[in-house]
């Protein structure tokens, strides 16, 4: 199986804005406006609102964890508090610890299964700062040596190593053993 080590391809041919380093967003269709008919995504995922798409890999304590629907690399996640907010200064403090607990949940289960070589973390706020989705959200993009570059995308010439289903299946499972898993769990 597939350790992280493998070369990382487009799952499917869409065009995609990369900037290497930084948190992205490659969803132009959504970016166009072509999304579900909800007031907000995540707020409807926070739901289980049939309209959209549930990649949700875990939940917790008013929070969950969702595959990014157009990742960067594999196991991109988003870390996400089910109530609408906007911005990381609307958390209260138990909240922010309830992040940084799920962020540091989420970093050790990445680096069990998929062992990356790093991580790019981080919000997008505001109208200039690319985001499309507007609920806070924090990104967690693996980072892998062996990963493609910006003209390997854009060629689109690689074969598949993860389809997004497989990867949805694996942290799954991953965060399910994690619940078992003291030392990891925080
Ligand atoms: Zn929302």
């Known amino acids: 199986m597939c350790r992280g080590h493998g070369v990382w391809v487009l799952w499917k041919r869409r065009a995609m804005k990369i900037s290497k380093n930084h948190i992205v967003r490659n969803k132009l269709a959504y970016a166009r406006g072509e999304r579900p008919a909800v ?59 309830q992040m940084h607990r799920m962020q540091a949940l989420t970093l050790n289960v990445l680096e069990r299964e998929y062992r990356p070589d790093g991580f790019n973390i981080g919000y997008n706020v505001g109208r200039s700062s690319g985001a499309s989705i507007d609920h806070l959200h924090l990104q967690i993009v693996p980072r892998y040596p062996s990963e493609v ?35 990891i769990m925080t």
């Open 39 to 97: 007031d907000c995504i995540l707020c409807a995922v926070a739901l289980d609102d049939p309209l959209v798409d549930n990649l949700v890999i875990f939940r917790r304590d008013g929070w969950y964890i969702t595959l990014n629907l157009y990742p960067y690399n594999p196991a991109h996640v988003m870390i996400v508090p089910e109530r609408h907010c906007t911005d990381p200064r609307e958390l209260s403090e138990e909240e922010a610890l």
């Open 149 to 183: 570059g910006f003209f390997d995308i854009l060629s689109d010439s690689r074969v598949i190593v993860e389809e997004p289903r497989t990867t949805l299946k694996r942290l799954r499972a991953a965060f399910a053993e994690a619940e078992k898993d003291a030392k």
